[in-house]
């Protein structure tokens, strides 16, 4: 599972349970054998992405950019991207900022680590195509996913915060 972690900032975060996290989660959505790229980041960088690609002059908690082009369906049966050889998918890049998370985290009343890994389930889904902006039936199916996604991390012992996952 080859998945890329890389950090500009990385206080209080153990990046290789992040790094386990994320295959985790990419196992639970059937992209096992794809590649994912992350990057912790702080507020200033990912206000710059967000400014450079979103028109949008703020920061936020994450950001994701697919490489994937318009399938019809983005995730894979888990048991064909493994059995069947499927070859890997680069995903694209999620970005987390950590200072953000940090807040969040603050916030929620729970560890920066599962603040980190709801973010990277909800970056990971907009990657494969879920999108919750446009509300209605989109956004219901996303937070089930996302929910669906955070038990299966939970059983497999990361944690993972539950504020809109429940």
């Not at 975060?13 to 794809?34: F, I, N, S, T």
Request: glycine letters at 8%.
């Amino acid at each position: 599972m080859p998945v890329d972690v890389t950090a500009s900032s990385e206080e209080g975060l153990d990046l290789e349970r992040v790094e386990r996290a994320a295959e985790c989660v990419l196992g639970v959505l059937g992209c096992a054998a794809d590649e994912l790229s992350l990057a912790v980041v702080d507020d200033q960088a990912i206000r710059a992405l967000n400014r450079d690609y979103r028109d949008l002059d703020l920061s936020t908690d994450v950001l994701s950019f697919s490489q994937l082009d318009d399938e019809p369906s983005r995730a894979r049966d888990p048991r064909d991207s493994v059995s069947l050889g499927s070859p890997p998918r680069a995903l694209g890049d999620v970005v987390i900022s950590l200072e953000t998370a940090a807040r969040q985290a603050d916030e929620g009343g729970w560890p920066l680590e599962e603040e980190v890994n709801r973010l990277l389930v909800h970056g990971v889904l907009h990657l494969l195509g879920h999108e919750h902006e446009r509300g209605g039936e989109d956004e219901r199916r996303m937070k089930a996913e996302e929910a669906r996604v955070a038990r299966e991390l939970k059983a497999a012992g990361f944690g993972c915060a539950s504020e809109d996952l429940t």
